[in-house]
T-cell receptor, first 114, second 116 residues
């Protein structure tokens, strides 16, 4: 069964460093998303991406964040200068263009900023 | 603005008990979708069910059942004859609009612990 894959599964970085989280969405999907879950809290929407541009972003998604689909398969989230409060699980998701709008989530990348 | 409330932070049951997880939502849209996801200790989000706002039929899938009531803006989830493997955090989520690409708004989640 096709699935969304994320790499790495866990990343530790020093405060102020740039990190890139990578995702390979399901191949025939058209919508891509990033969500964040701070430990013990709810899952929060960051950004959605369609047709090579951001279609919606939340107030969390400020200037330190950016997304890119550099080729036909990868979808990346870049955090320019990490802060301690960026420590969280980051989930990538994708969905096809259909009425049901089911979003398939990757297994997540746990980012730890030290 | 859309909002999802899961009032039960934690529930603890003994194996084989039935358990219901509550979800109440708020939206101004007439077209929306409701979801339940399971997050086991390993951390991934596992899709369980999707319901659109025009389909109030209850659904049963094995030991799982869902009760959607627009009149009370609720979408509750019942696990019958619970098992230890059901222990997880369960999230209810809402997406507004007719087409793909809309954000999911999650509730705070309910931590379910099933004890042997």
């Amino acid at each position: 069964e096709p699935e969304v894959t994320q790499t790495p599964s866990h990343q530790v970085t020093q405060m102020g460093q740039e990190v890139i989280l990578r995702c390979v969405p399901i191949s025939n999907h058209l919508y891509f998303y990033w969500y964040r879950q701070i430990l013990g809290q709810k899952v929060e929407f960051l950004v959605s991406f369609y047709n090579n541009e951001i279609s919606e972003k939340s107030e969390i998604f400020d200037d330190q964040f950016s997304v890119e689909r550099p080729d036909g398969s990868n979808f990346t989230l870049k955090i320019r200068s990490t802060k301690l409060e960026d420590s969280a699980m980051y989930f990538c998701a994708s969905s096809p263009y259909r009425q049901e709008k089911e979003a398939f989530f990757g297994q997540g990348t746990r980012l730890t900023v030290v | 603005a859309q909002k999802v409330t899961q009032a039960q932070t934690e529930i603890s049951v003994v194996e084989k008990e039935d358990v219901t997880l509550d979800c109440v939502y708020e939206t101004r849209d007439t077209t929306y979708y409701l979801f339940w996801y399971k997050q086991p200790p390993s951390g991934e989000l596992v899709f369980l069910i999707r319901r659109n706002s025009f389909d109030e039929q209850n659904e049963i899938s094995g030991r799982y059942s869902w009760n959607f009531q627009k009149s009370t803006s609720s979408f509750n989830f019942t696990i019958t004859a619970s098992q230890v493997v059901d222990s997880a955090v369960y999230f209810c989520a809402l997406s507004e609009g007719e087409t793909s690409g809309s954000r999911l708004t999650f509730g705070e989640g309910t931590q379910l612990t099933v004890n042997p």
